[in-house]
């Protein structure tokens, strides 16, 4: 049986505003009333798009408290930012003076390569790849340049793998890191069809030697996997945009490889968004055909689940319902959250510690189900 969940409704004047920067010119802003000023702000402060969205829109003086929030942000992220390239330097250098074999993924792989300009694309965290057998020894040089784990409760440990990364860490700047094993989910796929092709076709990025990152090619792929299939675009459109920044910086050519893509799963998904790319590239504002593509993407989009409510205090923000189906058996996911639980918090089935933490988890698992229900 299908479950339910709700997600923030977006109109047409909110859907072009966000994705305006796919469009070849300035997204001219119509009047917006309080409650969409204050979702905007919102949604560009959860998602890191305010620079995507100044460079992108043509605000006027009815938007001043809307633009100067935005650019606000856009301001706290740039810091941040330069913050995240000194400890991605740091993380390198050691890594390459250890002699191990790594690569940066996503947004850190694509600013690195110079594919967007300076503080325009802000990352959540660093993903780093690292060959397997190499974890351990990567994991210990993190901790030496002052990384841990998140959650206080995980242990100094990575004996417990699950999915395709360890817990997140951080260090004393706030820098999030995920360190990855590989590059896919083990539940999309039992081997990793891309892991050892983004080492063996690994390369310095375009505007620092020390930063070795994926081919153009890997890089497009993994996007569109990370963005449509691991995380059903629960992370925004900033792999549009990815896609979109790749797609003008090769002078409006698709650097992919089709066989890669199909091996992946994602051809369907990639010229959807391809479609879309190229046709808003040539418009000034979105057409009717645009719309349509649009409309198509989000169609099968988490984008804007909500957690909890209200998400904007005093909101009167419209939500709209969507159904989250579950593919595995009652029994499959059981046994998945407590896998879960021992990687999080990397503890043996045998300690105490990890049944205190199950049902923890277990609670709090159930209190957000029941706020995403109708």
Same mark, same amino acid.
């Given at each position: 049986?299908?479950?339910?969940?709700?997600?923030?409704?977006?109109d047409?004047?909110?859907?072009?505003?966000?994705?305006?920067?796919l469009?070849?010119?300035?997204?001219e802003?119509?009047?917006?009333s309080?409650?969409?000023?204050?979702?905007?702000?919102?949604?560009?402060?959860?998602?890191?798009?305010?620079?995507?969205?100044l460079?992108?829109?043509?605000?006027?003086?009815r938007h001043?408290?809307?633009?100067?929030?935005?650019k606000?942000?856009?301001?706290i992220?740039?810091?941040?930012?330069?913050?995240?390239?000194?400890?991605?330097?740091?993380?390198?250098?050691?890594?390459?003076d250890?002699?191990?074999?790594?690569?940066?993924?996503?947004?850190?792989?694509l600013?690195?390569?110079?594919?967007?300009?300076?503080?325009?694309?802000?990352s959540? +965290? @660093?993903?780093?790849?690292? /060959? =397997?057998?190499?974890v351990? *020894?990567?994991?210990?040089?993190? #901790? %030496?340049?002052?990384?841990?784990y998140?959650n206080?409760?995980?242990?100094?440990?990575?004996?417990?793998?699950?999915?395709?990364?360890?817990?997140?860490?951080?260090?004393?700047?706030?820098t999030k890191?995920?360190?990855?094993?590989?590059?896919?989910?083990?539940?999309?796929?039992?081997?990793c069809?891309?892991?050892?092709l983004?080492?063996?076709?690994?390369q310095?990025?375009?505007?620092?030697?020390?930063?070795?990152?994926?081919?153009?090619?890997?890089?497009?792929?993994?996007?569109?996997?990370?963005?449509?299939?691991?995380?059903?675009?629960?992370?925004?459109?900033?792999?549009?945009?990815?896609?979109?920044?790749?797609?003008?910086?090769?002078?409006?050519?698709?650097?992919?490889?089709?066989?890669?893509?199909?091996?992946?799963?994602?051809?369907?998904?990639? +010229? @959807?968004?391809?479609?879309? /790319? =190229?046709?808003?590239?040539? *418009?000034?504002?979105?057409s009717? #055909? %645009?719309?349509q593509?649009?409309?198509?993407?989000?169609?099968?989009s988490?984008w804007?689940?909500?957690?909890?409510?209200?998400?904007?205090a005093?909101?009167?923000?419209?939500?709209?319902?969507?159904?989250?189906?579950?593919?595995?058996?009652?029994?499959?996911?059981i046994?998945?959250?407590?896998?879960?639980?021992?990687?999080?918090y990397?503890v043996?089935?045998?300690?105490?510690k990890?049944?205190?933490?199950?049902?923890?988890?277990g609670?709090?698992?159930?209190?957000?189900?029941?706020?995403t229900?109708?």
């Amino acid at each position: 049986m299908p479950n339910f969940a709700k997600k923030i409704k977006l109109d047409r004047t909110l859907k072009e505003l966000f994705l305006s920067f796919l469009l070849n010119g300035k997204y001219e802003a119509p009047i917006l009333s309080r409650e969409q000023q204050k979702l905007i702000s919102y949604i560009s402060e959860q998602f890191l798009i305010s620079g995507f969205i100044l460079k992108s829109c043509d605000f006027n003086l009815r938007h001043k408290s809307l633009v100067e929030q935005l650019k606000y942000q856009r301001r706290i992220q740039s810091v941040k930012q330069m913050i995240v390239k000194n400890d991605l330097n740091d993380i390198a250098q050691n890594l390459n003076d250890k002699g191990i074999e790594h690569a940066f993924l996503k947004g850190t792989a694509l600013n690195a390569d110079g594919i967007y300009p300076s503080g325009l694309r802000f990352s959540r +965290d @660093i993903d780093l790849l690292v /060959v =397997e057998d190499s974890v351990g *020894e990567a994991y210990e040089i993190l #901790k %030496s340049i002052g990384f841990k784990y998140r959650n206080k409760h995980t242990e100094d440990s990575i004996e417990y793998k699950y999915g395709h990364h360890f817990p997140e860490m951080i260090n004393e700047n706030n820098t999030k890191l995920e360190l990855h094993w590989r590059a896919t989910h083990a539940k999309d796929f039992k081997t990793c069809p891309i892991t050892e092709l983004m080492f063996y076709k690994r390369q310095v990025s375009g505007k620092n030697s020390e930063i070795y990152c994926p081919n153009i090619e890997l890089t497009i792929t993994h996007i569109v996997y990370h963005g449509m299939i691991a995380h059903r675009m629960d992370l925004g459109p900033l792999f549009l945009f990815d896609l979109a920044a790749i797609f003008s910086y090769f002078d409006k050519r698709w650097p992919i490889n089709e066989q890669l893509l199909e091996t992946m799963g994602v051809a369907k998904q990639f +010229d @959807i968004c391809r479609r879309l /790319v =190229e046709q808003a590239s040539s *418009e000034q504002r979105f057409s009717e #055909k %645009s719309n349509q593509l649009i409309n198509e993407i989000l169609e099968e989009s988490t984008w804007l689940r909500l957690t909890s409510e209200p998400v904007i205090a005093g909101s009167s923000i419209e939500y709209e319902r969507f159904k989250h189906e579950r593919t595995s058996s009652s029994i499959a996911t059981i046994i998945m959250k407590i896998r879960i639980v021992r990687h999080l918090y990397q503890v043996s089935y045998f300690s105490i510690k990890f049944y205190f933490l199950l049902i923890l988890h277990g609670f709090k698992f159930f209190k957000k189900m029941m706020r995403t229900k109708f």
